[in-house]
């Protein structure tokens, strides 16, 4: 028997999502020691610097998309950031672009500028954990 879920059901499943995300650590402090290990420090550098530089401009795009038109493309680029987040160890990032991704082709409007508002979110306490923290570039 095929059972529809109420707008009750939903809330209380979304909430949930929330909170499980919330809990995902912001970041895992190895993944960068690792990183670090294999291609050095100026390496290693240069590639997060990269990767802060795509990110905020990944965010920035994402909500320049509109949803209906672009939903593949929006899945594509979500795809490239979880993985990106991963490899640096930005595991809340990570999990909520993986979230984006398997869910850009049903998302609602209002879910998904939750979404990205989570993942700018998620994104910015990412670099304030950072150790050596550095502003954007202008």
Do not use: C
């Not at 809330?11 to 402090?29: I, Q, V, Y």
């Not at 990183?35 to 905020?56: C, K, N, Q, Y």
């Amino acid at each position: 028997m095929r059972t529809t879920m109420g707008n009750r059901d939903r809330a209380m499943l979304d909430a949930n999502f929330a909170n499980a995300f919330d809990a995902e650590p912001l970041r895992e402090p190895s993944a960068f020691d690792a990183l670090l290990r294999e291609i050095g420090e100026d390496g290693a550098g240069e590639v997060r610097t990269v990767f802060w530089d795509e990110t905020s401009a990944r965010l920035k795009l994402f909500a320049t998309l509109g949803l209906e038109q672009h939903r593949a493309r929006i899945a594509r680029e979500a795809h490239s950031l979880k993985s990106a987040a991963r490899t640096f160890g930005y595991l809340r990032l990570a999990a909520l672009a993986l979230r984006l991704e398997n869910t850009a082709e049903t998302l609602g409007e209002a879910e998904f500028y939750s979404l990205l508002a989570r993942m700018d979110a998620a994104f910015a306490a990412a670099r304030e954990q950072e150790p050596q923290h550095r502003p954007p570039r202008a």
